[in-house]
């Protein structure tokens, strides 16, 4: 069975930092790009980070630039992004998904919830 598992969301004051881990079980994990996206109540969804399948090449969103840094461990099948000086706009839902593009594949995650709040 193919699954994504999120953990790591929290309640975070502004200025704070988080690590997000993402699970992966059921595919070979080392033969596919991941992502992170986010979506805040009331917006689309939007990615976050993304990074090859190796790990060598990793992007990341303009309005999350300098502050993130997404992660892989291929041995353990897990992914992570790391998030610091947090932002109040920085509250979502942040889900794990397989592949760069929404629609390169149907696999997601449940979400773990940050909220970033004084």
């Known amino acids: 069975q193919v699954q994504l598992v999120e953990s790591g969301g929290d309640l975070v004051q502004p200025g704070g930092s988080l690590r997000l881990s993402c699970a992966a079980s059921?595919?070979?994990?080392?033969?596919?790009?991941m992502s992170w996206f986010r979506q805040a109540i009331g917006k689309e969804r939007e990615l976050v980070a993304s990074?090859?399948?190796?790990?060598?090449?990793?992007s990341s969103a303009d309005s999350v630039k300098g502050r993130v840094t997404i992660s892989r461990d291929n041995d353990k099948n897990m992914m992570y992004l790391q998030i610091n000086n947090l932002k109040l706009e920085d509250t979502a839902l942040y889900y794990c998904?397989?592949?760069?593009?929404?629609?390169?594949?149907?696999?997601w995650g449940q979400g773990t919830q940050v909220t970033v709040s004084s």
């Open positions: 998904h397989q592949g760069y593009r929404a629609d390169d594949s149907s696999i």
């Open positions: 990074i090859s399948s190796s790990g060598a090449v990793r």
């Open positions: 059921g595919f070979v994990f080392s033969r596919y790009p």
